[in-house]
């Protein structure tokens, strides 16, 4: 191997805390190098659920897209987007639009969409002055240190996501489906288990109901896959809640989660959610030129609070439809 060899594998194991990290030296060719490297890094993400590489130097969007055109056998086009992105190519996005001095907290991208993806790519070009860290969190730990009685009901039932589409919050009919006909709109939600509604002014409202606990593809075991708490009003800042509620009703927020009958998840259930994802959050803060793989089914990421600018660009890859991902039954209404 090259002078940026893998080894020792010691070198990205983990600590407590944070997430293993690879040193490397900076090669003069980062797309030739992630290529050669391509099947001990995913060696490591498969290991893991995570690895951050450190010394890479990615400096420009085309050098990230070829970066991850070698680690990963295709890109996906984003579909079911709750906020904008900036694309940069097909399947290179910026990170998502979300305020800056607002947490987001721990998720699974596009955990409430039938076909999501297997791995995500990061890629920091420029480092935050403070914070912005893309935290983590291994969701069989998550699971296992849910109390019983509460995971056993949403691994029961599933879960419910509520979205009501406008142009002022969160992604717009066309961001979020890739078109504004509504014809395809309708074709694609009957095709991916998603119950649908126009109201008189227009405006779309979804529900989907879908797994919170599913088997890894490749490991079989059990991970906590999800999007309740990031996508719950409880999750959001009391100022921003009260403002969208008042604006457009406790049934017409942009997005909300649901228990699977339809029934609203209490201030105390996000909490617990929050706080237990935090018990189990590993976090390193973004230097220049990082690149980090995450195994989006096993590993729940975040995007934490920052200062200055902060470029970081993102991919997903390698599609999965997973099979306990769309409980049969009946969608409860919000």
Not at 190 to 195: F, K, N, Q, S, V
Not at 256 to 285: C, K, M, W
Request: glycine share 8%; aromatic share 8%.
């Amino acid at each position: 191997m090259s002078s940026t060899s893998l080894q020792p594998l010691s070198a990205v194991a983990p600590h407590p805390g944070r997430p293993p990290i690879l040193h490397v030296e900076s090669p003069d060719d980062a797309p030739s190098w992630a290529a050669e490297h391509r099947a001990a890094l995913r060696e490591q993400v498969a290991e893991h659920g995570v690895l951050l590489v450190r010394g890479l130097g990615l400096r420009e969007v085309d050098q990230v897209g070829a970066v991850f055109a070698g680690l990963a056998d295709g890109l996906m086009a984003e579909r079911e987007a709750f906020a904008p992105r900036e694309s940069h190519g097909p399947g290179l996005y910026s990170s998502t639009a979300w305020p800056a001095n607002q947490p987001m907290c721990m998720h699974h991208e596009l955990s409430y969409a039938a076909e999501c993806p297997g791995l995500m790519l990061f890629a920091c070009l420029q480092a935050p002055a403070e914070g912005g860290a893309t935290a983590v969190a291994d969701a069989e730990r998550v699971l296992q240190a849910l109390p019983a009685a509460l995971s056993e009901r949403f691994e029961r039932e599933g879960w419910l996501l509520t979205r009501s589409y406008n142009d002022e919050i969160g992604a717009s009919v066309e961001e979020s489906f890739g078109t504004d006909d509504r014809a395809a709109i309708e074709r694609y939600c009957r095709a991916h288990a998603i119950d649908f509604d126009w109201r008189p002014d227009g405006s779309l409202h979804t529900r989907q109901l879908r797994a919170a606990v599913v088997r890894h593809p490749l490991t079989g075991r059990r991970c906590w896959f999800n999007q309740i708490a990031f996508l719950n009003e409880w999750t959001l800042a009391p100022e921003v809640r009260e403002y969208l509620v008042d604006v457009y009703g406790a049934d017409g927020l942009p997005f909300n989660t649901r228990f699977a009958d339809g029934s609203p998840i209490g201030e105390d259930v996000i909490q617990l959610l929050n706080s237990t994802y935090e018990d189990h959050t590993g976090r390193e803060p973004w230097q220049d030129g990082d690149l980090m793989l995450v195994d989006n089914i096993r590993t729940a990421h975040s995007r934490e609070p920052f200062t200055g600018e902060r470029r970081v660009l993102v991919a997903m890859a390698e599609p999965r439809r997973l099979a306990d991902h769309c409980p049969a039954g009946k969608v409860g209404r919000s």
